[in-house]
């Protein structure tokens, strides 16, 4: 079983930036490719970016490519993500995910354990 908490959301203008970070419990951390994805109001979960177990490779969506940065900590167990260059349409809830396999998906059935999610709004 893994737990997944994320933290850092909140309140932003547009051009600003905010680093949300995500905890993660259970063993084998490193293991685990970690992806974020994130929902606005009405509309389906899309997945943003994802990074391999030992940070050797990375996804990214279109619409983040260039101004949102994914990393981990394996001693930490935590993963991140950093977002630059803020957008209104940046406004939802961001989650995070661990996927068991070794493949990075960018679907969020491929995913086996999430977080509660945080809250990213941003102000035009």
């Known amino acids: 079983q893994v737990q997944l908490v994320e933290s850092g959301g909140g309140l932003v203008q547009a051009g600003g930036s905010l680093r949300l970070s995500c905890a993660a419990s259970?063993?084998?951390?490193?293991?685990?490719?970690m992806g974020w994805f994130r929902q606005a109001p009405g509309k389906e979960r899309e997945f943003v970016a994802a990074?391999?177990?030992?940070?050797?490779?990375?996804e990214f969506s279109a619409s983040v490519k260039g101004r949102f940065t994914i990393s981990r900590d394996n001693a930490k167990d935590t993963v991140y993500l950093q977002m630059n260059s803020l957008k209104p349409e940046d406004t939802a809830v961001y989650y995070c995910?661990?996927?068991?396999?070794?493949?990075?998906?960018?679907?969020?059935?491929?995913?086996?354990?999430w977080g509660q999610g945080t809250q990213v709004t941003v102000s035009s």
């Open positions: 995910a661990a996927d068991l396999s070794a493949t990075i998906w960018t679907i969020t059935g491929a995913y086996d354990y």
């Open positions: 259970g063993r084998a951390f490193s293991r685990y490719v």
């Open positions: 990074i391999s177990g030992g940070s050797f490779s990375t």
